[in-house]
């Protein structure tokens, strides 16, 4: 290199992005199930931010003192959300099995298509980040609207996003599983970026709280599960059984381990006035929940899990990085 010339260096995210998105070379559905996984972890955090700051602008109480401003740094990752998913929204057609399917009759023909996919999914993307402005004010009415439309279009990108990946399974409950996994993903998030020595009465607080978000998980999972195998229903519980084999065994083992052992920890009130214990339970709960969701999305492929296991972590490593920023 020449005296007086600098060259700018590379972006570790923007790197690690390209890197992940040039998988697709060689297996493109593969590359893009591992790109949804990350990208589902991801935007647990500014998704599950828009719902605690919508609750805080109609509950008062300390806890806007113990988490408000992490949840408002949260919330405001929210814009990222859209350029993010683009892969996703525009790799449709790859990705999903009922792309072309000819079976399809009625509404199925026309909302299981790639193009009414990607639309639905940009309108609700745009939707949130609309509700995260509004979210700025104190507006109680704007806390409200947030509410009701962010759980009800969460559930649609659940369902769009994940549980479209296998057409003979449905549950009526997938989208609020999903919601605690958000809510969960965007706790751990407040509790390791919360300040360095917080005060004691708020490192309580926070501990209590995350005993509650840390029971949400279990009661949807389980329930659905429960229901589904209670039920008798066949094609259903082959969803199960696909990830009940093999290494999807062992990752719900471990997943299932670590969500039980940090609401079992929680349950001991010295731990949950210890801000070193809780940021311990939050790093456990974020490997849990990357777990989980490549767990969800990695059975659906044929083949290629190699290829979407560094597509995730490429993908999971250029989104956080992005979002630091």
């Not at 060259?7 to 998988?23: G, H, N, S, Y």
């Not at 214990?277 to 767990?295: D, G, K, M, P, T």
Request: proline share 6%; hydrophobic share 60%; aromatic share 12%.
């Amino acid at each position: 290199m020449r005296a007086g010339l600098a060259f700018p260096r590379p972006m570790p995210a923007t790197v690690a992005l390209a890197a992940a998105l040039l998988l697709g070379l060689a297996d493109l559905r593969a590359a893009l199930a591992g790109w949804l996984a990350a990208l589902c972890l991801a935007i647990g955090v500014p998704f599950g931010c828009l719902l605690f700051v919508a609750v805080m602008r109609l509950v008062p109480g300390k806890w806007r003192t113990a988490m408000g401003r992490e949840a408002e740094s949260g919330l405001s990752l929210l814009p990222f959300a859209l350029p993010a998913a683009l892969p996703i929204l525009a790799g449709a057609a790859w990705l999903y099995p009922w792309a072309g399917a000819n079976d399809l009759e009625g509404f199925k023909a026309i909302y299981l298509t790639p193009v009414f996919f990607g639309l639905r999914g940009v309108a609700v993307l745009v939707l949130f980040i609309v509700l995260g402005l509004a979210l700025k004010t104190a507006s109680k009415g704007a806390a409200v609207v947030a509410l009701v439309a962010f759980v009800l279009l969460d559930g649609v990108l659940a369902v769009d996003w994940l549980m479209s990946l296998d057409t003979d399974f449905h549950s009526s409950g997938f989208g609020l599983y999903v919601l605690a996994l958000q809510v969960l993903t965007a706790f751990s998030f407040i509790v390791l970026v919360s300040e360095p020595d917080p005060p004691a009465e708020n490192v309580r607080l926070l501990g209590a709280l995350f005993l509650s978000v840390q029971l949400l998980w279990p009661y949807f999972a389980f329930m659905q599960y429960f229901i589904v195998w209670s039920d008798n229903l066949p094609k259903l519980a082959q969803w199960y059984l696909a990830r009940g084999a093999g290494p999807w065994a062992v990752a719900a083992e471990v997943f299932t381990g670590l969500h039980l052992a940090a609401l079992l920890a929680l349950l001991f009130p010295p731990v949950r006035g210890d801000i070193g214990l809780l940021r311990l339970i939050a790093a456990a709960s974020l490997l849990a929940n990357a777990l989980e969701y490549f767990w969800l999305v990695l059975p659906s492929l044929p083949e290629g899990g190699g290829i979407a296991f560094v597509a995730f972590a490429l993908s999971l490593l250029g989104l956080i990085r992005g979002g630091m920023r």
